[in-house]
């Protein structure tokens, strides 16, 4: 049990921390971070084309944000009606195994969702608007994209790359749980970020030293254009692109086919 809660309050701590600069690095070149999708597997496509600023990017028409709208709309019907069916998890009378796999069952579950929007998303959009919407998502979740097995396979990363990619996420993430566990309580909120951010950035350069020339120079170059997403485009409080309304502006262009 003490584990357990000391697992999700490292987690919480984690995400707060994050969540105040996480977006507001120019281009997300780099970044051990996740940002939509999370870290590693699919990427939720939609969550970046409800931003103004990306379907300004890609130049998303009328009748494309109206179908990212009913997109939303239908999605949020289908999440409703599923917490209404069954009964929440309790983590904290599981033991390891039966908690890994219910962690195992959601997971699941949430990347057939993220595939299916995904896929449903392609059909209101452009092929070039997906994949521009892909490179975005690359620079946006940064380092955490190699857990993705497309990007993966994509880059050619070897079994044993493979092995020693996990091992330096995991060394990262038992130096912050470590951090935590005997930090000082009355350290301040800037500290504890930058101690923070000096951990990413060793954590970084040792999932680097891992890959090969080639394939740092092919992952930058598949991430396209840098994009600077907007502060806060994430944040509490911050709605862009809702419904179509937003996102709108004076285009005149109609997307190239």
Same mark, same amino acid.
């Given at each position: 049990?003490?584990?357990?809660? &000391?697992?999700?309050?490292?987690?919480?701590?984690? @995400? %707060?921390?994050?969540?105040?600069?996480?977006? /507001?690095?120019?281009?997300?070149?780099?970044? =051990?971070?996740?940002?939509?999708?999370?870290? *590693?597997? $699919?990427?939720? @496509?939609?969550?970046?084309?409800?931003?103004? %600023?990306?379907?300004?990017?890609?130049? /998303?028409?009328?009748?494309?944000?109206?179908?990212?709208?009913?997109?939303?709309?239908?999605?949020? %019907?289908?999440?409703?009606?599923?917490? *209404?069916? +069954?009964?929440?998890?309790?983590?904290?009378?599981?033991?390891?195994? #039966?908690?890994?796999? /219910? =962690?195992?069952?959601?997971?699941?579950?949430?990347?057939?969702? $993220?595939?299916?929007?995904?896929?449903?998303?392609?059909?209101?959009? @452009? !092929?070039?608007?997906?994949?521009?919407? #892909?490179?975005?998502?690359?620079? &946006?979740?940064?380092?955490?994209?190699?857990?993705?097995?497309?990007?993966?396979?994509?880059?050619?990363?070897?079994?044993?790359?493979?092995?020693?990619?996990?091992?330096?996420?995991?060394?990262?993430?038992?130096?912050?749980? /470590?951090?935590?566990?005997?930090?000082?309580?009355?350290?301040?909120?800037?500290?504890?970020?930058?101690?923070?951010?000096?951990?990413?950035?060793?954590?970084? #350069?040792?999932? @680097?030293?891992?890959? $090969?020339?080639?394939?740092?120079?092919?992952?930058?170059?598949?991430? *396209?254009?840098?994009?600077?997403?907007?502060?806060?485009? =994430?944040?509490?409080?911050?709605? !862009?692109?809702?419904?179509?309304?937003? +996102?709108?502006?004076?285009? $005149?262009?109609?997307?190239?086919?």
């Amino acid at each position: 049990m003490k584990r357990f809660c &000391t697992m999700v309050a490292v987690m919480f701590v984690l @995400l %707060a921390l994050a969540s105040d600069s996480a977006w /507001a690095q120019p281009g997300g070149r780099g970044g =051990f971070r996740g940002g939509p999708g999370g870290f *590693g597997g $699919t990427p939720n @496509l939609l969550d970046l084309a409800n931003i103004e %600023a990306v379907q300004k990017e890609i130049e /998303a028409q009328d009748e494309q944000l109206a179908g990212i709208k009913k997109l939303n709309d239908q999605l949020r %019907a289908e999440r409703e009606a599923q917490r *209404g069916q +069954g009964q929440r998890a309790n983590f904290q009378n599981m033991s390891d195994e #039966e908690r890994q796999k /219910a =962690f195992g069952e959601m997971r699941e579950r949430r990347e057939k969702q $993220t595939a299916s929007a995904n896929a449903k998303l392609a059909e209101i959009l @452009l !092929p070039h608007q997906i994949k521009r919407i #892909e490179q975005i998502s690359l620079q &946006t979740r940064g380092l955490a994209a190699l857990s993705d097995p497309k990007i993966a396979a994509e880059l050619k990363i070897s079994d044993e790359q493979k092995k020693k990619l996990e091992e330096a996420r995991n060394a990262s993430m038992e130096a912050m749980r /470590a951090m935590f566990q005997g930090g000082n309580r009355d350290q301040d909120r800037e500290q504890m970020r930058a101690k923070m951010q000096d951990m990413r950035k060793q954590a970084e #350069e040792k999932v @680097l030293a891992v890959l $090969t020339a080639d394939q740092k120079a092919q992952f930058e170059k598949m991430k *396209g254009e840098s994009f600077q997403m907007p502060e806060g485009a =994430f944040g509490p409080g911050s709605r !862009p692109g809702r419904g179509g309304e937003a +996102g709108r502006g004076n285009r $005149t262009r109609r997307p190239n086919n």
